[in-house]
T-cell receptor, first 115, second 112 residues
Framework: DAGVIQSPRHEVTEMGQEVTLRCKPI?????LFWYRQTMMRGLELLIY????????DSGMPEDRFSAKMPNASFSTLKIQPSEPRDSAVYFC?????????????FGPGTRLTVL | AQSVTQPDIHITVSEGASLELRCNYS??????LFWYVQSPGQGLQLLLK??????LVQGIKGFEAEFKRSQSSFNLRKPSVHWSDAAEYFC??????????FGPGTSLSVIP
């Protein structure tokens, strides 16, 4: 398996633009997680899905952020409109059923810069 | 809510020296604990995990960690550090069986 795939790897955009980050989890994994990593706040869980259903989105910072998982092999994280404070590295991770007993497999991340 | 603290923001060790990275957690019941490593420009990779049983767990890359309930700690150790171990290390605890809480991380530098 190729592991968790994220695209794009780098994104530079201007304030006010819409940004869409994409993730393909490992086949057969039931859980998908979106994280944001910054120097100030560390690694934050934004939202996670189980079997394509959003379970906990309490980490989504505000309504400008939205996430979808239309099928088991694809998820998106959208920011609209983007702001400079959204600049961060965004990670997608997936895990087999039973998170408490299984590791998360992380993608390489998308480095987002909002000017 | 559970929390994870890593008291050391940054540690520098010489190659070949021993290493111990500290992790403390707050949780009432038996925790599920993990250590992850993040190399520069990469995602996180699992080093080891503790669920129950033997309190000393072995992981990949020669790392081990010891769970001490009395101290609420899960410290990571390695007897001899290699230059390739320079990375960011995250301790994590599972909350409510579905959510992993990560600590702030410890950055490790290795001097040749």
């Amino acid at each position: 398996d190729a592991g968790v795939i994220q695209s794009p790897r780098h994104e530079v955009t201007e304030m006010g633009q819409e940004v869409t980050l994409r993730c393909k989890p490992i086949s057969g994994h039931d859980y998908l997680f979106w994280y944001r990593q910054t120097m100030m706040r560390g690694l934050e869980l934004l939202i996670y899905f189980n079997n394509n259903v959003p379970i906990d989105d309490s980490g989504m910072p505000e309504d400008r952020f939205s996430a979808k998982m239309p099928n088991a092999s694809f998820s998106t994280l959208k920011i609209q409109p983007s702001e400079p404070r959204d600049s961060a590295v965004y990670f997608c991770a997936s895990s087999p059923e039973g998170l408490a007993l299984n590791e998360q497999f992380f993608g390489p991340g998308t480095r987002l810069t909002v000017l | 809510a559970q929390s994870v603290t890593q008291p050391d923001i940054h540690i520098t060790v010489s190659e070949g020296a021993s290493l111990e990275l500290r992790c403390n957690y707050s949780y009432g019941a038996t925790p599920y604990l993990f250590w992850y490593v993040q190399s520069p420009g990469q995602g996180l990779q699992l080093l080891l995990k503790y669920f129950s049983g033997d309190t000393l767990v072995q992981g990949i890359k020669g790392f081990e960690a010891e769970f001490k309930r009395s101290q609420s700690s899960f410290n990571l150790r390695k007897p001899s550090v290699h230059w390739s171990d320079a990375a960011e290390y995250f301790c994590a605890v599972v909350e409510h069986y579905d959510k992993v809480i990560f600590g702030p991380g410890t950055s490790l530098s290795v001097i040749p």
